[in-house]
């Protein structure tokens, strides 16, 4: 499928320059995920994930995670990349957000460096911001990645992309 991708502006990365298959590399962004005025990771390493008409997926370490808004949740994922996801519900002040977050317990060796770090995804929370920039949840649902004015799209997820 031939898809247009976005105009490039100066600073930005092009989604469609990323490979695929995904990689990981190591992150040089200040992450944070902050819900009713309670932060729940901050970090300025880990990993980013990136894929072929993706916007990043960002991985915290484990030290970089407040674990006491986390518990498990019986939801499951495969990964043609990563392997199997085990999703977490995040907990802030009453309220509970179901599958908020992923982690890859025993990720294919291609992915070993994220092993037990968490993704979340950008949807359910009030803040999730990169270099102190908020974040748009990619489109669809489904993805995690995060969108900043720093990557072009389009970004899989839109109506119509779901085959690209």
Same mark, same amino acid.
């Given at each position: 499928?031939?898809?247009?991708p976005?105009?490039?502006?100066?600073?930005?990365?092009?989604?469609?320059?990323?490979?695929r298959?995904?990689?990981?590399?190591?992150?040089?962004?200040?992450?944070?995920?902050?819900?009713?005025?309670?932060?729940? #990771? +901050?970090?300025? #390493?880990?990993?980013?994930?990136?894929?072929?008409?993706?916007?990043?997926?960002?991985y %915290?370490?484990?030290?970089d995670?407040?674990w006491?808004?986390?518990?498990? +949740?019986?939801?499951?994922?495969?990964?043609?990349?990563k392997?199997?996801?085990?999703?977490?519900?995040?907990?802030?002040?009453?309220?509970?957000?179901?599958?908020?977050?992923?982690?890859?317990?025993?990720?294919?060796d291609?992915?070993?460096?994220?092993?037990n770090?968490? #993704?979340?995804?950008?949807? !359910? %929370?009030?803040?999730?911001?990169?270099?102190?920039?908020?974040?748009? !949840?990619?489109?669809?649902? %489904?993805?995690?990645?995060?969108?900043?004015?720093h990557?072009?799209?389009?970004f899989?997820?839109?109506?119509?992309?779901? %085959?690209?």
């Open positions: 499928m031939n898809i247009p976005d105009p490039v502006s100066p600073g930005q990365e092009s989604v469609w320059d990323y490979p298959p995904a990689i990981a590399e190591p992150n040089t962004h200040h992450l944070q995920i902050i819900h009713k005025g309670v932060e729940i #990771a +901050n970090t300025r #390493a880990g990993y980013r994930t990136l894929e072929t008409s993706h916007p990043p997926t960002y %915290f370490p484990p030290e995670v407040t006491t808004h986390l518990s498990g +949740n019986l939801r499951r994922s495969l990964c043609e990349w392997g199997q996801a085990s999703y977490l519900d995040a907990t802030i002040d009453g309220d509970c957000l179901q599958a908020a977050a992923l982690t890859y317990r025993e990720p294919t291609s992915f070993a460096m994220i092993r770090h968490v #993704a979340f995804y950008p949807e !359910p %929370f009030d803040q999730c911001l990169v270099d102190g920039e908020t974040v748009t !949840p990619q489109p669809g649902g %489904f993805y995690g990645g995060w969108v900043t004015s990557v072009a799209g389009p899989k997820g839109i109506p119509g992309s779901r %085959f690209w």
